[in-house]
């Protein structure tokens, strides 16, 4: 029950925060003998890392991962392996703006975690949100990319940012390659060009949006996950929760699905050339949460970024009634770097689940 | 990492077959000195039995719960209460016709656990989809009664339909008396009877649909929850996904928030007679995963039932192509009988929670 | 964190007072496709069951366990095998004699729980000892079966009683088959004849006393355990320690360690015919945690039987100083029964162990 | 199922190896509000430092903590508080020497986690023993400091050699302040004068021995712990059976219980100026699994030094006969700095065992 571990045999524990001397992670679990340097790490960081396009903040953080600990040099390869213990992750926090923060230590921020840690913990790190503020979730990139190395070359991950605001992709127009080529990582190059526009709007106004993310896992073979309460979506449902802002979460046609009739939704099964195929994806690779052995769809909403320049009323810590608008560096849509990081949750619930199969198996 | 248990501190374990002798729970971590009956848990149980209207499979199972362990007399109050012991729950399975099952032994119903169970375990009790049906929610609803009870009173957890297929509730017209009564647990009468009328039509036409289901949770005091891995939002995502049948979650405005502004979506503070307030609940009652104070505000998407009497294309167990159509006892919508489950998991996580923050106060 | 719960992977969770209308266990975790049928767990219950010898308690409880769920007809093996969901073991409480009970009431038993139960829960069936009854080790040896399956036929588990009371065997005549040929499971004939006598002695003065179990399982292959906190010797010693009466625990050499000097408790490494072998086993087959191939060795001591006919001083509810006796049918020596129980324990222990290894290979 | 975890609400998650840049912690679920600064862990580390006297490793490490989050100002009281966020602590290795070794690179020292690090996971940090080096418990000792503050100044937790090789104290001269006052954390001034000597002579012998260690915690209330399987001793039990070269472990009168009678091990109750006191501890403070409120006391078994100057036989990785003797800085005796160790031990369970406590109260 710890609150700042995830998974039960892969186990990630995240510490630090935002502006404190670094952050952290200790990945448990991982098996022996998987190649592994700081380097095979670094591009899914940079993936996630601030200050890349005018569409995000203008942190500057290199976001330079070190390992110290749980990996060996291999005699018989010649290279760095994990050694079965457990795998210290520390990324130092560099552009940490001395400032002042009078502002977030005496009010609570409208939409922010800023009250509630007050009322759970009497005392609380304001300084750019100190351990609820996203920059947690670079060490759920850096675990996540050991937890690709567990799923092996076999299985990909990968994701896009499908709505923006009130404005969603053209289904019809995706393309994964295009995801790389924009910095909103959106698989639609037509509308990547109009969220480009809208959110230039968006930062002349000092608001901000949201979005939504898709997260599509492919190769996973049938049978991962498990009945009951440990289903394989359940995971991937309280995984993607946990991200901060995520204010929903749906498993293939999700939500669509109510509207649907059973003759509609069944997922039929036919013959095909490796064994059983399926004719449709409504359920989104899973059945009584277990995989089907089809790519895995999830896709989870972000709510609009709640540090906006813009007066909103609040109260401060005196009860007394005040307003606040936040000036400091921020995403106007903090679902453009939700991306990576919804990426990396789904290889750390996979490569969870991946060896729980394992351990079922009984060999 | 148990797959058939829930919770942390307030621990459920379910067993039991759709048509075996009997299922159960086992709820552990209970606190001593509760008042408990039988007779207690058998409200909530019967709001979720089967046969108690033309819209819901005509299954008969009285669901009497027993209590096997767990309490006893207490002088002091003369009554029966638990003592922080184990409590053993049981209920016979009753009315498991002795029927032909070759058609769903050989095949993978589409749609079904069938499958993916074959593909995990190699071998699965199919008569009336063994563990994976839903009749095992019966216990998530007994053990939901005691979650209540470690609550109390001041707390409130209540749902209702407010989507029955591609048809909404009118929220203007939301009564929460409505939905004692009618079969459906709409709080919209008006469109409970059109609901009444859609599943009739779906019956006939040997059809199914899905729906949603909104959960609400009052007087939860700010402070619950714990912050990223184990977020009160986190922990509700994952309870309701593991309901049968469910594909999407949702917290405050979910899915819509995507959609809106900054500006928009900030739940703004006022001084309210009793402390802080909040002028609209966009959060659903959850900031950085720690409970408001305001109400707690859950939906989820459950597909269309997957057991249709319609013809669908599938394999058998040699993987020739085939078709299957289901004629058993089932409910044509699934989403109606989650209502009291979805109010139960909330249960479940509620009393988990209390817990959890109690053993963080350190008194 | 669940009370009453033992493993992690292989997961066994019982409930049940010594008094009540029956105990049982949930077994979570355990692989699907082994053959099971509660005619297999019971020779092990027979082992520990009441009344078998003047030397036992004479409450006659025919100990018939029924397995409720978790196992299904196999098509090809045509018998009855495990599913993989969870199995529930039931066993009904037969000659739970209606008594007068008032003494135990309100009278706390020294040595007994009824002191610190009272001071936990405020509240306790104190009818049999409840929840705190050697009765409960019932189920951890129907649970032990099934971890036995899990094992498989390479790996063995026994015990034997190796000190009654200030007497212990001569290790020169241990016999294994010896064990089950008289009542107190000794390996060596000469000294249960004996312990015979100074049992015989003990009953007529109504006076109890301890005893040390030595459990040793054979076959364990090299690799299993873990590292720092889980390992397999921590995890054995947690087992040990969790049965009632138990007071210390000791691995190899265990105690004798202390006095050693490091030349002679090196175990020594030779190539044998197999690969590595040791010339001495003062690590009891664990090095780091870790299994090394030979066997494991565990002793655990048991305090003398608190339930005695001789006057002891104590104190009732109200704080008033008093004596009690009890006059109940109890077992002399505890330790006799509890040889098939560290078995069983052990059992438990390796069949997670065995799980938790292999899904730290990532095949 | 954490390898490198310990505790289930105060849960404690160690890195590192005895040669890589530092070793490190995370203590989650550590409740807020705490007045913490690194000094305060300072004292704990420097008893259990190495070089401070002949009879221990001449390794210098000034085993200086760093706190890296989890702690901010508290501006009511104008210190540093614990925030209820991970708290991070590292400690640079900074006396790893840089030397030759292929000796313990290519060759199993035998006693030494050596074969089984290799058997399981067929790649180790040989350098210093990598992960299974002592070196670790730094890391529960600075752990071990935070869990005395959670626990308050009620509750004192005090430990010392009882015996060193052969030659056990003399119970009637106990002097808790002769603790501090000699190199052996000996309460006998007399027997530590004996041990100085035969520690030079093994020394001069290239030689070691073991030693058993008892701690005493004080200040308990009644009613801590649980019943089954997470009772106070078997969680103590666990917790010292982790600590490195530990064999045996014992609550109260341990061991001796097995050749007492139920009239002598009695622990009897009278009434005593603040409530039930007992004429005996033969329970060690623990009865049922749940503390009694006397002085918790549990000893351990520690082995004697595996890497000792004299050669002893073994096998090299391709499975040749050889022989090895270590010529490192060494520990002739780990049971002394395992005194500090197991006072952390019992200071981390003890720690977990109130919080779990409190979360059962319902308040």
């Not at 977030?104 to 503020?133: E, L, Q």
């Not at 109260?315 to 990576?340: F, Q, Y």
Request: proline residues 5%; hydrophobic residues 35%.
């Amino acid at each position: 029950m710890s609150h700042n571990s995830f998974g039960h045999v892969f186990r990630v524990t995240t510490w630090g925060e935002s502006h404190g001397p670094a952050i952290g992670a200790v990945v448990d679990g991982c098996p022996a003998g998987i190649p592994l340097r700081a380097e095979d790490l670094q591009p899914w960081l940079n993936k996630r890392r601030p200050g890349t396009s005018r569409h995000v903040t203008p942190r500057q953080e290199p976001d330079q991962v070190k390992i110290l600990s749980g990996v060996f040099e291999d005699e018989r390869t010649n290279g760095q392996v994990t050694t079965g213990t457990p795998i210290s992750l520390v990324i130092e926090n560099v552009d940490a703006r001395s400032k002042d923060y009078s502002d977030i230590r005496d009010k609570w921020r409208p939409g922010h975690a800023d009250f509630t840690y007050d009322m759970k913990y009497g005392v609380r790190d304001y300084r750019g949100g100190g351990r609820s503020s996203a920059r947690e979730t670079a060490m759920r990139v850096a675990a996540g990319g050991i937890a690709r190395k567990v799923l092996g070359e076999t299985i990909t991950i990968r994701a896009a940012l499908v709505q923006l605001g009130p404005r969603k992709i053209e289904r019809a127009r995706w393309d994964w390659s295009a995801v790389e080529e924009n910095p909103f990582f959106c698989p639609d190059r037509e509308t990547a060009e109009l969220w480009a526009e809208d959110m230039d709007a968006l930062r002349r106004d000092g608001n901000s949006t949201g979005g939504v993310v898709e997260v599509v896992a492919s190769g996973i073979p049938a049978g991962w996950g498990a009945p009951v309460y440990d289903k394989l979506d359940s995971e991937l449902a309280r995984a993607m929760m946990t991200i901060n802002a995520v204010k929903g979460v749906e498993i293939g046609s999700g939500f669509a699905s109510a509207a649907m009739t059973g003759v509609e939704a069944a997922d039929e099964m036919r013959r095909g050339k490796n064994g059983p195929e399926f004719t449709s994806n409504h359920n989104g690779g899973v059945l009584g949460g277990i995989s089907t052995g089809q790519d895995l769809v999830i896709r989870f909403a972000i709510k609009p970024t709640s540090s906006i320049r813009t007066e909103r009323a609040t109260l401060d810590k005196s009860l007394e009634e005040t307003v606040i608008a936040t000036h400091g560096r921020h995403d106007p849509c903090v679902a453009i770097r939700a991306v990576p990081v919804g990426e990396a949750m789904a290889a750390l619930v996979l490569a969870d689940q991946k060896l729980r199969h394992i351990a079922q198996l009984n060999r």
